[in-house]
């Protein structure tokens, strides 16, 4: 089968090759016949290192698709349901998920890293991206890695609900809990920082503010549901304006940058929520003082995976999108093929595309 393998971090191209096999499914696995999955900025961070992954890897871990293959341990899904893939199988037994934080179990992640599930060119091993590796045609998961989704929704639509709209939808209902009435700032408007946008929206914020330097992202983040824009230089005199200096009550940071968790601190009023939803790398020191930690009595939240428990919120975000609450599909800019996603990462590279959705035949 066909797959987009990284050899080594930092390669200008990835190695889009059809000899790739899987291992075989284990007794609690399930095999997915990837049907869409999208370019996200995380795949860029595997590729550039600012996510370490082990190597060689197949990126990609925002997809949609098909069963073909169930162990025979498995009874959540069958063959032909329609699935999207969970890049955080919660294992249900160790101390997070037990306490509610599925989104923090480590237990697939640590497996992830000793895990190959491909082979390619005979028998040389291939890691997925997060245990998933969705640019691949098949992917072999944990079962708690493949959440069953209504037949209606289509791949792309589930695809996004996959990663992106997780992310930013339950970092605005889950993390921050945005209040009906309230006052957003969203610091990068990408897939991710759209999502977060429609997300305040749902829940009700009256002002919702998009800060991005690029000036053609502020168009599409007032049709998602920003109520005003701005690049990041007219920030300081934005916040002026719409908040009479005090700052918005919730700031979303969505860029993975110590400079913009200050620019969505400096963005938050005494008092408010400051949400890091942007992955970072581990050496970009965030320069918050113990004073200002303490005297400005801001809270500083992190949002992993929207802070979500899938099994709940994938069918929510699918039944939002439904009811006509969140745009889907004003998100996608192109429809790409597998044989593509070497242009498609030099394009968000550049900046200047959203979500790039993989469709395979
Ligand atoms: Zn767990
Ligand atoms: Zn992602």
Redesign the pocket.
């Known amino acids: 089968m066909r797959a987009a393998l990284l050899h080594a971090v930092g390669d200008d191209k990835l190695d889009i090759r059809d000899d790739f096999t899987l291992m075989p499914v284990g007794p609690t696995d399930v095999r997915v016949k990837i049907r869409a999955t999208g370019v996200c900025h995380s795949d860029l961070s595997v590729i550039s290192g600012v996510l370490p992954m082990p190597l060689p890897v197949i990126p990609g871990h925002e997809g949609a698709g098909e069963v073909v293959e169930v162990g025979d341990h498995v009874t959540s899904v069958k063959p032909g349901d329609h699935v999207i893939i969970n890049w955080t199988p919660?294992?249900?037994?160790?101390?997070?998920?037990?306490v509610g934080q599925?989104f923090?179990?480590?237990?697939?992640v640590m497996e992830s890293f000793s895990l190959a599930r491909f082979r390619y060119g005979g028998e040389t091993p291939a890691f997925g991206m997060a245990g998933c590796g969705t640019w691949a045609e098949e992917i072999v998961v944990p079962w708690q890695g493949a959440i069953k989704v209504d037949p209606e929704v289509p791949y792309e639509v589930a695809a996004l609900i996959g990663c992106g709209i997780t992310t930013g939808v339950g970092a605005a209902i889950n993390t921050a809990k945005v209040k009906p009435g309230s006052t957003v700032a969203v610091i990068g408007c990408g897939g991710v920082g759209l999502s977060v946008i429609q997300g305040a929206r749902v829940s009700g914020a009256t002002t919702i503010l998009a800060v991005d330097p690029l000036e053609s992202k502020h168009a599409l983040a007032k049709k998602v549901g920003a109520t005003d824009a701005c690049t990041p230089d007219k920030l300081m005199e934005t916040i002026g304006a719409l908040t009479g200096g005090q700052g918005f009550d919730y700031g979303f940071e969505v860029v993975g940058k110590s400079a913009s968790i200050m620019s969505a601190w400096q963005a938050t009023r005494r008092g408010g929520d400051v949400i890091v939803v942007g992955a970072g790398a581990m050496d970009d020191v965030v320069p918050l003082t113990a004073f200002s930690l303490l005297f400005e009595g801001k809270n500083l939240l992190s949002s992993l995976y929207g802070g979500s428990d899938v099994r709940r919120d994938f069918p929510f975000f699918a039944n939002l999108w439904k009811a006509g609450k969140l745009d889907l599909d004003s998100m996608i800019s192109s429809r790409i093929k597998l044989a593509d996603l070497n242009d498609a990462v030099a394009a968000l590279r550049g900046g200047d595309v959203l979500r790039q959705i993989v469709v395979f035949d």
């Open positions: 919660a294992c249900g037994t160790c101390p997070n998920c037990i599925p923090l179990c480590m237990t697939y």
